[in-house]
């Protein structure tokens, strides 16, 4: 599991290639290692600074979101798109987690279709629609974390926005430029992962209880 | 929504800056609309070329899909890694929709935690590492699709891997390299999306219905 042999192995089997070549292919490979390093890479931010998300990048995130893919493709999501500060104040102090939308320039509001007997199917698509934004995020250094709408938190958000109450609203990500000050002087959350040994079987499940 | 118009307003932001700086920031901004490319134009891959995926790709996969944020960081997955051709084939002929796992090379089942009061968040968590294995997959230029047990299929399963049937097993993915000729000479899926105005609310919802 050590990442540094997949560099090693693919040096290795360029040796016996030209200059010209090998230059090329180690670019493809620094690409590889940092997309790797980029996917790898993506933790919540809870502070940010005041400056908002500039349009453009916007109209990006919107553009990696609509691509997501989605159970036959049904796409059964729409977002809202917040920049209001009194709106982003409002949705942070209904029932749930998703206070630090108050200190947002940005918040996303995932609207999922809400059919009854697709929820299983709603809810995993919504976790990869979430990650797609977050990582497009992420590409412009723009921060985010996930709000979650709990209990009566869910209908007071689609009242706030005039949301038919047939959605299910859940998702809110608070989106901005990480103000690291702020996260520096927070108490450290240490957000350690479990080592691989512990959740990877190969072939069969070998129970580790 | 003119994507182009995102380099237009990177490269006159960097008009008065000096030559070297300009360049590095200009592979900054290749960098930038080369990740959003990526992100957005990932696609499920159903035909797969029967080349194994070098155990040094998976390892980069799993450490991708180790360090995927989850509710409260709960990580409430393990991950089961099938070579043998013999078992893709039986998860593949389980109650569900993952046939085509009978021809890849490479398969991960999901294996989540299955505690039923947090069964929306095990889901939504699910989605997110799915995308992120996926993507992970595609860096290396490795294909994938997503495989889903349904009804008997999900006790099918665990059966079949010897996952104790207090957990919840759904999603499994179908990974390998793509192959292209097989997929040419399919019916060509047409996997359009949704137009943005169709999709995406200002501040509030407009029903557009």
Chains 1, 2 share one sequence.
């Not at 990442?3 to 493809?28: A, H, I, K, P």
């Not at 002087?185 to 957000?191: D, G, L, V, W």
Request: hydrophobic residues 40%; proline residues 5%.
């Amino acid at each position: 599991m050590d990442l540094g042999d997949v560099d090693g192995e693919v040096d290795v089997s360029l040796d016996y290639t030209g200059l010209q070549r090998s230059e090329q292919v180690m670019t493809e490979s620094d690409t590889v290692r940092d997309r790797i390093a980029f996917l790898r890479g993506l933790r919540s931010v809870r502070d940010f600074r005041p400056d908002p998300v500039p349009r453009e990048i916007v109209d990006d995130l919107l553009e990696v979101a609509r691509w997501s893919g989605s159970a036959n493709n049904s796409q059964p999501w729409e977002l809202v798109v917040i920049l209001d500060r009194e709106t982003l104040r409002s949705l942070a102090a209904v029932e749930g987690y998703a206070k630090h939308l108050a200190g947002a320039p940005l918040g996303i509001v995932l609207v999922m279709a809400g059919e009854p007997e697709r929820v299983g199917h709603e809810t995993y698509d919504e976790g990869r629609l979430s990650e797609r934004i977050m990582l497009a995020a992420a590409v412009h250094g723009v921060g985010s974390c996930i709000g979650w709408f709990a209990g009566d938190g869910r209908q007071a958000a689609k009242t706030l926005l005039g949301i038919p109450a047939s959605r299910l609203v859940r998702t809110v990500l608070s989106l901005g430029y990480p103000d690291d000050e702020a996260r520096r002087a927070r108490p450290k959350r240490e957000q350690p992962r479990k080592p691989l040994a512990e959740i990877v079987h190969q072939e069969r499940y070998r129970d580790t209880e």
